[in-house]
């Protein structure tokens, strides 16, 4: 009987999440992406890890498929983003949509401001200031989230001639689709 039971608690969660996966843009799961699919609340995210882009041309490509590059905006869904990172034994920091590239201050891909939760890697050239970070000329606007130490790190971004931005891979988020 208690094998019985374990064996039903071990096939539940793949059948939930499978149910779940469908909930995501069907293109997503037609273009056989399963494996780096998850889905969190009314949210999929998809983790490409085939290739690596500046951040520009990550926001196009999820856009391409009406999504967003995945803002965490809560501690509580980077680390879901941080445990999906680690279960598919990603090393690499991966773009989020946050940029400091109007205004100075941080913002979300959605356009609201970023509220630090004490989630930024300490950097020597960004400075706290009335609960925003700005970044004093060293051209890294963008950020990313490391799997290794669980903060976001900024990253060159400002696509100025003679100067490399990074390339890494990203995470894409979409609204699940409804019946």
Known sequence: MILLFSLFLFLLPKSALSA????????????????FLSVQGNTCFLFVTSHRVIYDDAVAQCRTD????AMPKTKDLN???????????LTEDMWIGMNQRQGGKMLWED???????????????????LGGIINFG???H????????????DHRCLRRFLIRDAKLPYICQYVTETD
Do not use: Y
Request: aromatic share 8%; glycine share 8%.
């Open 20 to 35: 779940d996966l469908d909930a995501c843009p069907q293109n997503l799961i037609q273009n056989n992406q399963k494996k």
């Open 66 to 69: 009406n999504g967003t590059l």
């Open 79 to 89: 680390t879901f983003l941080l445990q999906e990172m680690r279960n598919l034994s």
């Open 111 to 129: 356009g609201t401001e970023v509220e630090d939760w004490g989630n930024f890697v300490d950097s020597a050239q960004d400075i706290r200031f």
């Open 138 to 140: 060293n051209g890294k």
């Open 142 to 153: 963008c950020v990313a989230l490391n799997p290794k130490d669980g903060l976001w790190h």
